[in-house]
């Protein structure tokens, strides 16, 4: 039944899915360590320090691509008139 000064309405399209295609992350081991001398400690560091920007540029990378796609599909603001 409808009510008196309603109408019908077309039922509303499907939403459209959206396929971000940021990159996909990887896990960041940190290296295995057992030093023995001084030299082989500031081996390590050095290994964990370079594992730690790759780990850190690929969060940058997935962070970047994110924005950007917020920025893409953020609503256009209303104009006040």
Known sequence: ??????????????????YVGCPAVTSCPIPASSPV?????????????????ACGLQVEAVKQCQEEHRVKTRPAAKSPH
Not at 1 to 18: K, N, R, S, W, Y
Not at 37 to 53: T, Y
């Open 1 to 18: 039944m409808v009510l008196a000064g309603c109408t019908h309405v077309p039922p509303l399209p499907a939403p459209q899915i959206i």
């Open 37 to 53: 001398s001084n030299g082989d400690l500031s081996a390590d560091v050095r290994n964990l320090e370079a594992e730690l920007v």
